[in-house]
C-alpha cells in the first residue's frame, strides 16, 4: 500500500488522538502497540466494510478478546479509529 503525504498526516494525527484519549487506560493508546502502523499496514486484522462503510465488521479470529471490538448479535464491529481509517480509504 504506498501511502501519500496526506494520508501519513492522518495517521499521524490519529495516533495522536488515540494517544491523548486513551492516555489514562492500563493498555496505553493501543492494545497492539500500534502493529498495524509498525508493519507498513501489512498486519492487519480482517475485516468488511457494510454499506458505505459506515460500519466496519471485524472477521478476526481473536475478534472475542480485541479490546477494539464491539459484540453486536453474533457479529464484532471494530472501533479502532486508526483501523477505521486505513479501511475506510484502502477498502483493505
Known amino acids: 500500500m504506498q501511502l501519500t503525504q496526506h494520508h501519513r498526516t492522518e495517521v499521524q494525527k490519529i495516533m495522536k488522538e488515540m494517544k491523548i484519549l486513551n492516555k ?3 493498555t496505553g493508546p493501543c492494545h497492539r502497540d500500534f502493529q498495524c ?3 507498513d499496514f501489512t498486519k492487519l486484522c480482517n475485516m468488511v466494510l457494510i454499506g458505505e462503510g459506515d460500519l466496519i465488521e471485524c472477521l ?5 478478546s480485541c479490546l477494539s ?5 453474533s457479529s464484532f464491529f471494530c472501533l ?3 483501523r ?6 484502502f477498502n483493505i
Open 69 to 73: 471490538s464491539l459484540p453486536f448479535g
Open 80 to 82: 479502532c479509529p486508526l
Open 60 to 64: 478476526d479470529r481473536a475478534r472475542e
Open 84 to 89: 477505521t481509517y486505513i479501511a475506510r480509504e
Open 37 to 39: 502502523y509498525e508493519s
Open 24 to 26: 489514562n487506560k492500563q
